[in-house]
């Protein structure tokens, strides 16, 4: 079946630190992945997508890598700030959206 | 504003009742998705709408779960003699495009629904 699965569901990173959360995902015909961030009682949302056809997008302060050999997705998030801490979820898209159970970033200051 | 709104946010009912979820997609959206999330887990994708009508039903848990789409815009998910395993947080998002397409989809700020 589809899946989509993060390696560490608690993240604790010092303000000012880069972060890196880590997700994996098992098809390989997935053509189109999102980073989603998600605050306490609020609806996620939308950080930063990439395509298949790209290894490598980045916005502000935010880079998303894309390994497709190993199917593998990655979202760096540079100089971290308190604003960040926040639940994040990969999702991608193979005909319908499959998302991961999230991992919590904590931002200590 | 102009984002997608759900009503209402929060929802207690009585276990065996029945209850209605409202989301208003962006104004032109023409895809919308009903997600289920329980506490500290991910989406649980339930429903998805292109137009008014429902390609893919494959998420809805029971029978005791309906969703409909009028005009192509407002959206309502029924639950029908709701259960205790029915609470969570019900998310409703949209976005431009079919859903096969990718595409960023908007999502809201939630129904809380908690069944005693």
């Known amino acids: 079946g589809e899946s989509v699965g993060l390696h560490l569901p608690t993240l604790s990173v010092q303000e000012g630190d880069n972060s890196i959360i880590n997700c994996a995902y098992s098809n390989s015909a997935s053509d189109y992945f999102i980073w989603y961030k998600q605050e306490s009682g609020k609806g996620p949302q939308f950080i930063i997508d990439?395509?298949?056809?790209?290894d490598k997008r980045q916005g502000q302060r935010v880079t998303v890598l894309l390994n497709k050999t190993v199917k593998h997705l990655s979202l760096q998030i540079a100089a971290t700030q308190p604003g960040d801490s926040a639940v994040y979820f990969c999702a991608h898209n193979f005909n319908k959206f499959y998302f991961g159970s999230g991992t919590k970033l904590n931002v200590k200051p | 504003g102009a984002g997608v709104s759900q009503s209402p946010s929060n929802k207690v009912t009585e276990k065996g009742k029945d209850v209605e979820l409202r989301c208003d997609p962006i104004?032109?959206?023409?895809?919308l998705y009903w997600y289920r999330q329980s506490l500290g887990q991910g989406l649980e994708f339930l429903i998805y709408?292109?137009?008014?009508?429902?390609?893919?039903k494959s998420g809805l848990p029971s029978d005791r779960f309906s969703a409909e789409r009028t005009g192509g815009s407002v959206s309502t998910l029924t639950i029908q003699r709701t259960q205790q395993e029915d609470s969570a947080v019900y998310l409703c998002a949209s976005s431009l495009g079919r859903q096969a397409l990718g595409g960023e989809q908007y999502f809201g700020p939630g129904t809380r629904l908690t069944v005693t």
């Open positions: 709408f292109q137009g008014n009508s429902a390609p893919d």
């Open positions: 990439i395509r298949s056809n790209m």
């Open positions: 104004s032109g959206h023409t895809a």
